[in-house]
């Protein structure tokens, strides 16, 4: 009796928690799964690629259509004595802004279409999913806000789980046809109903959508450009060897950072749930306690990595061959990212976000650097250029807090 009202206090402690942990790794099992099941159902590298390369462009455009709003809500929040309806006017501003790039997007789309340009359908599943990443970036952190942060997923897990079915039901489909209605119905319907659904969605004026976005602007702007400059390091090499490798050469690249995303997403999943309470917590030995739990994840993580080569091989997904260097000097990079995009937090916190920009600049330099001196396969070198520059990342923003703390 006592074991069952003290296991029930237990899980009603942690209810949200787990909820979260369950809902979050449920979607992002289902972003890793979406490219490797196109692979696993056609055997298509270039359509793996395709895919690939939708999903890296769009990450780094969706980076900066929303004006650093959602790098800036959380600051907002705190400054404005944890006032919701700070962060309902900013979420307003986020409507209007992206009502704007669909009408934006609509046109081009038109054109492309007139034109009969071949890049229609590359067109239309960045763009949806590009403003599909920022709305769902937003509601992650504004439900972080109101405690809810499992609410998010009632949005985005639909959208992979109708884009899987999709791919199973057009795997036999025209391929280009296949992947843009597996990526940009669902993404777009997804998007349509936050939008038909939000409250006050036609008050905002256009000077408090301005305000919002200029306020924005001004925090966000250092860490938007250091974002940028990292997911460029990040996604050039695919970027790159889409346009200018073989088919093979890009296969083996994305394929060994679509595993390594692995740990990234446990990152994010973490640091998505505890993002609020690292922002407003002053307690020294919670902040240490959570770093010890957040490092044994991603440790765990990379062990999951590991085991998925020989779990996707079993399963009969085409794997590249050769690629075990490859990948080891990749998830280092994943690694060392993962740990300095952690303790930026602490830099955010602090409005010390000059800071970041200064060490994404000087990371961006060793990367380029050792990209032009490096002497060996392109691949590696693309590999060895993103760990050099992740490590250096991982040690300047450390070197920085330590600076910070000690002139306190």
Same mark, same amino acid.
């Given at each position: 009796?006592?074991?069952?009202?003290?296991?029930?206090?237990?899980?009603?402690?942690?209810?949200?928690?787990?909820?979260?942990?369950?809902?979050?790794?449920?979607?992002?099992?289902?972003?890793?799964?979406?490219?490797?099941?196109?692979?696993?159902?056609?055997?298509?590298?270039?359509?793996?690629?395709?895919?690939?390369?939708?999903?890296?462009?769009?990450?780094?455009?969706?980076?900066?259509?929303?004006?650093?709003?959602?790098?800036?809500?959380?600051?907002?929040? *705190?400054?404005?004595?944890?006032?919701?309806?700070?962060?309902? *006017?900013?979420?307003?501003?986020?409507?209007?802004?992206?009502?704007?790039?669909?009408?934006?997007?609509?046109?081009?789309?038109?054109?492309?279409?007139?034109?009969?340009?071949?890049?229609?359908?590359?067109?239309?599943?960045?763009?949806?999913?590009?403003?599909?990443?920022?709305?769902?970036?937003?509601?992650?952190?504004?439900?972080?806000?109101?405690?809810?942060?499992?609410?998010?997923?009632?949005?985005?897990?639909?959208?992979?789980?109708?884009?899987?079915?999709?791919?199973?039901?057009?795997?036999?489909?025209? $391929?280009?046809?296949?992947?843009?209605?597996?990526?940009?119905?669902?993404?777009?319907?997804?998007?349509?109903?936050?939008?038909?659904?939000?409250? *006050?969605?036609?008050?905002?004026?256009?000077? $408090?959508?301005?305000?919002?976005?200029?306020?924005?602007?001004?925090?966000?702007?250092?860490?938007?450009?250091?974002?940028?400059?990292?997911?460029?390091?990040?996604?050039?090499?695919?970027?790159?060897?889409?346009?200018?490798?073989?088919?093979?050469?890009?296969?083996?690249?994305?394929?060994?950072?679509?595993?390594?995303?692995?740990?990234?997403?446990?990152?994010?999943?973490?640091?998505?749930?505890?993002?609020?309470?690292?922002?407003?917590? $002053?307690?020294?030995?919670?902040?240490?306690?959570?770093?010890?739990?957040?490092?044994?994840?991603?440790?765990?993580?990379?062990?999951?990595?590991?085991?998925?080569?020989?779990?996707?091989?079993?399963?009969?997904?085409?794997?590249?061959?050769?690629?075990?260097?490859?990948?080891?000097?990749? @998830?280092?990079?994943?690694?060392?990212?993962?740990?300095?995009?952690?303790? $930026?937090?602490?830099?955010?916190?602090?409005? *010390?976000?000059?800071?970041?920009?200064?060490?994404?600049?000087?990371?961006?330099?060793?990367?380029?650097?050792?990209?032009?001196?490096?002497?060996?396969?392109?691949?590696?070198?693309?590999?060895?250029? @993103?760990?050099?520059?992740?490590?250096?990342?991982?040690?300047?923003?450390?070197?920085?807090?330590?600076?910070?703390?000690?002139?306190?």
């Amino acid at each position: 009796m006592v074991g069952g009202v003290i296991t029930k206090r237990y899980f009603g402690a942690y209810k949200k928690f787990l909820s979260y942990a369950l809902l979050s790794y449920c979607e992002k099992g289902l972003i890793f799964c979406f490219p490797l099941l196109f692979l696993w159902l056609t055997k298509s590298q270039s359509g793996y690629n395709q895919v690939e390369y939708v999903f890296a462009v769009s990450a780094m455009l969706a980076l900066f259509l929303d004006g650093g709003l959602r790098i800036y809500v959380l600051y907002a929040y *705190r400054q404005g004595q944890e006032s919701m309806e700070v962060v309902q *006017r900013l979420f307003n501003c986020l409507r209007v802004m992206i009502k704007c790039y669909l009408l934006a997007a609509l046109l081009i789309w038109v054109a492309l279409w007139l034109a009969s340009s071949a890049y229609l359908h590359e067109f239309s599943n960045v763009a949806a999913r590009s403003l599909f990443l920022v709305m769902a970036a937003f509601l992650a952190v504004l439900y972080r806000i109101k405690d809810d942060p499992a609410r998010v997923f009632y949005y985005t897990i639909p959208v992979y789980l109708v884009g899987l079915s999709l791919l199973w039901l057009l795997a036999n489909a025209q $391929e280009s046809q296949a992947i843009t209605l597996a990526i940009a119905v669902p993404h777009l319907v997804s998007l349509f109903v936050v939008m038909a659904s939000g409250r *006050r969605a036609g008050e905002q004026r256009f000077s $408090e959508v301005k305000a919002g976005l200029m306020s924005s602007l001004a925090y966000a702007w250092p860490v938007l450009l250091s974002v940028a400059l990292a997911m460029l390091i990040a996604n050039f090499g695919k970027i790159y060897a889409y346009t200018h490798l073989s088919e093979q050469q890009m296969f083996s690249l994305s394929f060994v950072q679509r595993l390594a995303l692995i740990v990234q997403l446990a990152h994010i999943s973490i640091t998505g749930y505890l993002a609020k309470k690292l922002f407003v917590s $002053e307690s020294l030995s919670y902040h240490c306690r959570t770093f010890a739990l957040y490092a044994a994840a991603l440790m765990m993580a990379c062990i999951l990595s590991f085991i998925s080569i020989y779990v996707l091989d079993y399963l009969s997904v085409p794997v590249p061959v050769g690629i075990s260097g490859l990948f080891l000097v990749v @998830m280092l990079y994943v690694v060392c990212w993962c740990i300095a995009a952690y303790l $930026e937090i602490y830099l955010n916190r602090a409005n *010390r976000n000059g800071n970041i920009l200064i060490g994404t600049v000087l990371s961006m330099c060793v990367y380029c650097s050792v990209l032009y001196l490096f002497d060996s396969d392109v691949l590696m070198a693309f590999a060895v250029s @993103m760990a050099a520059s992740s490590m250096f990342y991982m040690l300047f923003i450390s070197l920085s807090l330590v600076w910070m703390k000690n002139k306190k």
